[in-house]
């Protein structure tokens, strides 16, 4: 698959469980601009059937290559950044890994569980990242048992393996010239923002500022009943000018940190 059916596919994918990203997308086209993705990012365990490195297989066959990596102690995952060598339109892609052996052997055996329980047709690491939820279905009880350990374990647990967010290119947008804009127009239309640690991550000083609606939540069959649970969210970036005059194609990990709550279930 090339770089273009790859992204495609994914944004089909992630916009059937994520309509707001559609929505959010034909409302800047309707003011005029053309929408460019910064980066793509994907959730994953650190089990080495399914890894960062396993994930990133179908991108690395299209051209892309490992660029950074950032270590996130609270939240305790280990991330990798990738850029494709000579398309420098193709999104960044950001692949995060929780880092299961920190967590309680309850835990542990839980993730082991879903690992085990996937069929081995379905670990093609080229396909891996289109799969979605590869396990049994969810129970209600053992989602909660998650959650109050790691938020991105139990989310994980329930959307399985997907697009977590696109992300807008903010300086490519005509009719906008900062995040506070981008913000504000979200608002005015009715979404919410994530606010935790404020509404912008990060500064000029650090070369880029991210921001984020809040994910959206959609019915999920756990055996017990069904439930809403926040599948995905839409992400904005502004990048600066590093010294040489280039954009800072990095991430910032103390922003990312607060980026994750995204999916939090309490609003
Ligand atoms: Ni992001």
């Known amino acids: 698959m090339n770089t273009k059916q790859l992204f495609d596919k994914l944004w089909k994918e992630y916009t059937e469980r994520t309509p707001s990203a559609q929505k959010i997308k034909d409302l800047f086209i309707s003011k005029g601009n053309a929408v460019f993705n910064d980066h793509v990012a994907f959730r994953t365990f650190d089990d080495e059937r399914v890894n960062i490195d396993v994930l990133a297989t179908p991108f690395i066959q299209a051209g892309y290559q490992e660029k950074g990596e950032y270590v996130f102690e609270a939240k305790k995952l280990y991330a990798k950044h990738f ?12 692949i995060s890994e929780l880092k299961t ?18 069929p081995t047709e379905a670990l093609s690491p080229a396909a891996l990242i289109f799969q979605g939820r590869l396990w049994q279905q969810p129970s209600y009880s053992t989602y909660n048992k998650l959650l109050t350990e790691s938020e ?109 709550e995204s999916t939090n279930m309490l609003r």
């Open 83 to 94: 850029e494709h060598l000579t398309n420098k339109e193709a999104p960044r892609v950001f």
């Open 152 to 260: 991105y374990a139990a989310w994980l647990y329930v959307n399985g393996f997907c697009a977590n967010h696109f992300t807008v290119n903010v300086n490519k947008l005509n009719s906008f010239t900062s995040l506070t804009e981008v913000n504000s127009f979200l608002k005015e239309n009715g979404y919410q923002m994530n606010a935790s640690g404020g509404e912008i991550k990060g500064s000029p000083e650090q070369m880029l500022e991210q921001s984020s609606v809040m994910a959206d939540k959609i019915p999920v069959e756990f055996t017990e009943a069904t439930e809403h649970i926040t599948s995905c969210y839409y992400e904005f970036a502004y990048r600066y000018p590093k010294k040489n005059g280039n954009l800072f194609s990095g991430f910032i990990a103390g922003s990312a940190d607060k980026i994750f």
């Open 101 to 118: 052996k920190e967590f309680s052997p309850e835990l542990q055996k839980e993730v082991k569980n879903m690992i085990d329980n996937i």
